[in-house]
């Protein structure tokens, strides 16, 4: 098992750019999800999804999108990227326990910079 | 949303040394994760320990539900387990909310 993938690693973009960050899992797991981790500071969650076609916003959503048209896949869409989003994503997945994630496991990391 | 506090928020320990974190949560929660972030930034699962004791090799853990709190403790340390410390927890739904993280060093 490749666990949970992110890709890129390092990126930068203008001010105004859009990008997608991208996330797989191959463990089946129904739960994913995606976080913001910023200068000491722990991480805040953005958005979730815990199907396919299901998502829905965390603490700090405005400026990202998601969707979830696969079990395995879950991209984070900046639609006009600006400096306060500079900052690591990390996406995550896990088991559903209680209509909530289980135990989650956590991707490398992307790290943001907008200029 | 559940506020979470760690402390301390730094420690620095001679390898060899015992420590104690702490976790404080502001509501009743049923997930709680104990992560370590290395230095190249990858979290690593510790324990899923919404209550009660768990063990693994040199790290424990100890969350007391009713009170509101959970503690880690990493015996003998090593160069190695230098990194952050995150707890974070959730209650019956999705949000999941970090601890700012305790910062440790050990040094050889």
């Known amino acids: 098992n490749a666990g949970v993938t992110q890709t890129p690693k390092f990126q930068v973009l203008k001010t105004g750019q859009s990008m997608t960050l991208q996330c797989a899992q191959d463990?089946?797991?129904?739960?994913m999800s995606w976080y913001r981790q910023d200068p000491g500071m722990g991480l805040r969650l953005i958005h979730y999804s815990v199907g396919a076609g299901i998502t829905d916003q965390g603490e700090v959503p405005n400026g990202y999108n998601v969707s979830r048209s696969t079990t395995e896949d879950f991209p984070l869409r900046l639609l006009s990227a600006a400096p306060s989003q500079t900052s690591v994503y990390f996406c995550a997945s896990s088991y559903t326990r209680l209509g909530g994630p289980y135990e989650q496991y956590f991707g490398p990391g992307t790290r943001l910079t907008v200029t | 949303g559940i506020q979470v506090e760690q402390s301390p928020p730094d420690l620095i320990l001679q390898e060899g040394a015992n420590s104690t974190l702490r976790c404080n949560f502001s509501d009743s929660v049923n997930n709680l994760q104990w992560f370590h972030q290395n230095p190249w930034g990858q979290l690593i699962n510790l324990f899923y320990i919404p209550s009660g004791t768990k063990q693994n090799g040199r790290l424990s853990a100890t969350t007391v539900a009713t009170e509101r709190y959970s503690l880690l403790y990493i015996s003998s340390s090593q160069t190695t387990d230098s990194g952050v410390y995150f707890c974070?927890?959730?209650?019956?739904?999705?949000?999941?909310?970090f601890g700012t993280g305790t910062s440790l060093t050990v040094i050889p």
């Open positions: 463990m089946n797991h129904e739960y």
């Open positions: 974070a927890v959730g209650r019956n739904g999705n949000q999941f909310y």
